[in-house]
């Protein structure tokens, strides 16, 4: 197992929450059956969760962190850049009542796809753009939207999309501190930034 201070070590999880603030649901499951998981990281986790918590069909969400190598990373490791983690937001979603596609255009339009390893003045690996999936259905529905977007950046005149679409590995939950922070904090940090360039997905 990695360790950030070399040889083999068993790292123990992360202390986090376990219900979520706003609807009491439990954040760590079981979840009801037939419900869905993907994990999206758009740069700092408070806004993003906040954003994804009020959209319609979303069940649950939580912070945490994902795309590394390190097991149970801190939210200090993952800031140091060695873990290789981004910092995300889990949604569980009722694919009855929403689908992939509004997901993703959420995800596409409310912050910026094409900076690299920053959202505005956050600047890091943990900040990078990311969607990892758990089906089959959200792979080939978010490497689409990607295009579609691109298209749609591309008219605009602006960048290329840098975002990291791939399987979920693992995800890792975050610190109690971090889950529904600005439920818990409704004046602190909220770094989301969209393009303002429309995702025309689905069209």
Not at 46 to 72: D, I, K, M, N
Not at 158 to 166: L, N, P, Q, S
Request: aromatic residues 10%; hydrophobic residues 30%; proline residues 5%.
């Amino acid at each position: 197992m990695f360790n950030l201070n070399g040889g083999n070590t068993q790292r123990t999880p992360i202390e986090t929450g376990d219900v979520h603030t706003i609807n009491g649901h439990s954040l760590k499951g079981p979840y009801p059956e037939n419900f869905e998981e993907i994990v999206l990281g758009m740069g700092c986790f408070w806004g993003v969760e906040r954003l994804l918590w009020q959209q319609p069909g979303v069940y649950v969400t939580a912070a945490g962190y994902a795309g590394g190598s390190t097991e149970h990373p801190s939210y200090k490791e993952v800031c140091s850049g060695r873990t290789g983690h981004t910092e995300v937001v889990r949604v569980i979603y009722d694919p009855s009542k929403t689908d992939i596609e509004a997901l993703l255009q959420v995800f596409w339009e409310q912050h910026d796809p094409t900076q690299g390893n920053r959202q505005g003045n956050d600047i890091g690996t943990q900040y990078r753009s990311a969607i990892y999936t758990t089906t089959q259905a959200q792979q080939q529905a978010a490497e689409q939207s990607a295009k579609v977007y691109q298209q749609a950046l591309s008219a605009a005149n602006r960048g290329h999309i840098t975002t990291e679409i791939k399987p979920l590995d693992t995800f890792y939950f975050a610190e109690t501190y971090h889950q529904q922070y600005l439920d818990k904090n409704p004046d602190g940090y909220c770094g989301l930034k969209g393009t303002g360039v429309t995702c025309p997905i689905g069209g």
